[in-house]
């Protein structure tokens, strides 16, 4: 997520003083990753021929046990109401046995959700389910041994509420997110990583749901003037019959975004199809918008390994935030209104912030509650990167406006629940953020920086990173000393030196 407003006056101010001499190197510097194959035999003789390295089987993600949410949704767009089914088919994925099923209901913060029926796979209505919060616990009659699946079925209402927000309606636009029951990942240790909101001064604070990779297949009908309908989705929506089906295999998230006024700008790019939608009267903006996730998803893919989705949907949101989901953005839609003075505007910092999700965030989870770290201090150090690489003279620039300009301070290993709320968590877990990242590639260097990066983000695909497992793959990578950098930027760092 990014919440920015940029202060002109302050940034003119700090132009004028030049905080940092300039540390990046040009952009043929970064080096373009090559994919390793670990070979299953080494040839020992040399009078017998030479075994033909055979590639390591590549585990499935999650051994394909991956969660299964099957839903059907109809929508009633101009009364702003759904009829959803939702079935969840769950395996137990750890060495211990489980009693009590845990649902993230999102929609009943708002008081948006009203719920019809639960019911296990077999038909048989579950009357005993509680509710702690937003969380539904469903306890089991049998405990889920490992290895077990279950099924359930949840059968819901939704009155979308009026507010601007990823979950709402706004008039020209449905918000659909978090909007059906979720199942958070479970951990042997710690039970359920299921979290409640971090509320400051009335604003949420960061994001509080954990989300393992899942696979979905959805089906939207709407209840009249379907050919009005414009669907923006983290994969491309097929008419079938009378309804749409939307097919995302190992998604954090699933979200949409719909409306009767959204205008659709497409583009390919090395089979990736870029969506962009906005309503009519910001159709150019939304031309910059794409052409900066163009450049972002070929930057990124280059460092992080490729984009393994088919489609990108970035998408003008009724918000005063950005936020990022699986295959797709949700960017403010001020941005869109108010464009101008490229490469310095707000579209060109937010774009690139949110595109990288696609690799931390979507393609590596980590917990956003307990270690936002993880996703948003590399999602603000790769607007860095792609100032770096596309605007080189505007880098010191978006140093200064960006992070100098706030004066942050503090550890960035917080999490959410943090008591100066928004500004302190942006300042620790964003700006600070960026500024680890600086330090640790000046101090190991260009080469084993981004090699590290790649490795980092290739050994977590699908899977929810730490700390520990960031630490443990950079020491692998690196000998240099960077405990100086580790002291200055965190508290609590489990594997660090
Ligand atoms: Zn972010």
């Known amino acids: 997520m990014t919440n920015y407003k940029p202060t002109r006056k302050l940034v003119l101010l700090l132009c004028a003083v030049c905080l940092l001499a300039a540390c990046s190197p040009p952009q043929e510097e ?22 033909v390295p055979s590639p390591t089987p590549t585990p499935l993600p999650l051994d394909g046990k991956q969660t299964q949410y099957r839903i059907d949704a109809t929508i009633n767009y101009y009364n702003r109401f759904i009829s959803v089914t939702s079935q969840s088919i769950f395996t137990n994925k750890t060495n211990v046995p489980i009693d009590e099923m845990v649902f993230i209901v999102y929609p009943t913060i708002f008081q948006s959700i009203f719920m019809r029926s639960v019911k296990l796979g077999d038909g048989t209505p579950v009357d005993d389910y509680r509710w702690e919060g937003h969380h ?14 279950i099924t359930i079925t949840h059968d819901f209402e939704l009155y979308m509420p009026d507010r601007t927000g990823v979950f709402g309606q706004t008039g020209r636009q449905l918000l659909l997110s978090y909007w059906y029951p979720t199942i958070p990942p479970f951990d042997e240790q710690q039970g359920w990583l299921a979290y409640d909101v971090s509320l400051v001064n009335s604003m949420f604070v960061g994001e509080h749901q954990v989300f393992e990779s899942a696979d979905y297949d959805v089906t939207i ?9 414009v669907i923006a989705a983290g994969a491309m929506p097929v008419f079938e019959d009378d309804s749409y089906r939307i097919s995302l295999p190992l998604g954090r998230t699933f979200v949409l975004a719909i409306s009767d006024s ?16 906005s309503l009519p009267e910001v159709v150019e903006s939304s031309e910059v918008a794409v ?35 699986d295959g797709l953005i949700l960017i403010q839609s001020s941005f869109y209104w108010l464009y101008r003075d490229p490469p310095r505007s707000d579209l060109h910092i937010i774009v690139p912030h949110e595109v990288l999700h696609q690799w931390f965030f979507s393609l590596v989870g980590n917990n956003q509650a307990m270690e936002p770290w993880l996703d948003e201090a590399i999602a603000t150090y790769a607007e860095a990167l ?32 943090i008591a100066g709320g928004v500004p302190e968590y942006f300042n620790r877990a964003y700006r600070r953020g960026a500024l680890f990242y600086r330090d640790l590639r000046e101090a190991i260097g260009d080469e084993i920086f981004f090699s590290f990066l790649l490795d980092y983000a290739q050994s977590h695909r699908y899977k929810i990173a730490t700390g520990e497992g960031f630490f443990n793959t950079l020491n692998q990578h690196t000998n240099a000393d960077y405990s100086t950098v580790i002291e200055e930027y965190f508290t609590n760092p489990p594997g660090a030196p």
């Open 291 to 325: 052409d900066l996730a163009e450049k972002a998803l070929r930057l990124y893919s280059e460092l992080f390994g490729p984009y393994e989705r088919d489609v990108l949907s970035v998408v003008q949101a009724d918000m005063g935030i950005n936020m990022e989901f």
């Open 221 to 229: 009908k709407f209840t009249d003037r379907a050919e009005n309908m």
């Open 136 to 149: 539904m616990v469903i306890p089991l009659e049998t405990p889920l041994q490992p290895g077990e699946q």
């Open 30 to 51: 970064i080096p373009t990753p090559t994919p390793s194959i670990t070979p299953t035999a080494t040839a020992t003789a040399t009078l017998t021929p030479t075994p």
């Open 386 to 417: 792609f100032y770096e690489r596309y605007f080189p003279e505007d880098l010191e620039w978006w140093w200064d406006t960006r992070v100098h300009a706030h004066l942050p301070a503090g550890s960035i290993d917080t999490s959410i629940y």
């Open 262 to 277: 959204y205008k659709i700008i497409t583009r390919e790019v090395d089979g990736v199809q870029i969506r962009g939608f």
